[in-house]
């Protein structure tokens, strides 16, 4: 479980992927506090974690099983998101991460995973596809970037 001391290293990567464009809808760089706020958020905890993956003693990425919606009803539907440092991709860190995820949801007995990515983000629909997901809906133009408006696709699996 990510703890205090890794908000700063979940911070930096995220705020890469901001910076990068393409695989999260925020468009300014989240403050430390934004994303401790962020990370104790997914309560409880023992259901919705927050997760580091290290190597060599450093945070190389981060991933969560998110609340899918408030209302009881959706109880048992996560939704999974991560993050890899730009330094670490293409060494599999984001197919472990995933790996880790769904394995983490099945244990904590929830029932379906999704999953919310850019449409034209080969590099994870890859990943879901290989995982098993499947792409369940599409909105179009849904996110404004600053300079372009993105499709969103909508995945989910059955845990």
């Not at 991560?82 to 007995?109: C, F, I, N, P, S």
């Amino acid at each position: 479980m990510a703890q205090d001391s890794d908000i700063q290293a979940i911070t930096d990567i995220y705020n890469q992927a901001v910076s990068a464009g393409g695989s999260t809808a925020d468009l300014q760089p989240r403050t430390i506090e934004q994303r401790l706020e962020w990370v104790h958020s997914h309560t409880p905890r023992e259901q919705y974690p927050v997760i580091v993956m290290e190597e060599n003693h450093q945070v190389i990425a981060f991933g969560s099983l998110s609340r899918f919606h408030p209302r009881s009803g959706y109880d048992g539907v996560v939704e999974l998101s991560y993050y890899v440092d730009e330094g670490a991709r293409g060494h599999g860190a984001a197919t472990a991460m995933v790996q880790w995820l769904l394995d983490e949801a099945k244990h904590r007995g929830h029932r379906m995973a999704t999953a919310l990515i850019f449409a034209d983000n080969a590099g994870s629909i890859a990943l879901m596809e290989h995982y098993g997901f499947s792409r369940f809906g599409l909105l179009p133009r849904a996110c404004y970037d600053g300079s372009r408006f993105l499709d969103m696709s909508y995945w989910c699996k059955e845990l």
